[in-house]
């Protein structure tokens, strides 16, 4: 927890806190300035656990367009569920979970999967491929440059 307030410069590049300085420290150069002077800056939240168009034994909860209630209370991350029920597999269920919601979050999103009912060892087995398989694509020289992109 802080324990103070100070008034503070704050450079964003790409959607990026690139650096906190004195005021007046970061120099004129910048394109825009927002002046929030009286205002607490504070970076976005992630709200670890929301229920989206989750049809759930009988239980329907909202759809991906009440997200922008997430963005006005400060959320700029939400993660989302993905049930994973046999006969289906867990790379399928997240695959459709994923066409299910795209286009449709006002913020950044992702996914815990929940394994449901009678999951079997096969499952297990395509979590540790998927894993396997998401740390490959993380440490390629491609990957790296997709992520400067979005960033």
């Given at each position: 927890m802080p324990d103070r307030q100070e008034a503070l410069d704050v450079a964003v590049e790409d959607q990026v806190i690139r650096a906190v300085e004195p005021r007046g420290a970061l120099g004129p150069e910048a394109s825009k300035v927002i002046d929030a002077t009286g205002c607490l800056v504070v970076p976005g939240g992630i709200d670890p656990?929301?229920?989206?168009?989750?049809?759930?034994?009988?239980?329907?909860?909202?759809?991906?367009?009440?997200?922008?209630?997430?963005?006005?209370g400060g959320n700029t991350t939400v993660i989302d569920f993905v049930f994973q029920e046999p006969p289906q597999g867990l790379s399928g269920a997240i695959a459709a979970r994923k066409r299910e919601l795209e286009g449709g979050m006002a913020v950044d999103w992702g996914l815990h999967a929940i394994l449901t009912k009678d999951f079997s060892f096969d499952v297990v087995e395509e979590i540790?491929?998927?894993?396997?398989?998401?740390?490959?694509?993380m440490n390629s020289p491609h990957h790296e440059q997709e992520v400067q992109h979005r960033n």
């Open positions: 656990h929301v229920h989206y168009a989750m049809n759930f034994e009988g239980m329907l909860t909202e759809g991906p367009e009440y997200t922008p209630a997430a963005a006005h540790v491929v998927m894993h396997s398989e998401v740390l490959l694509e």
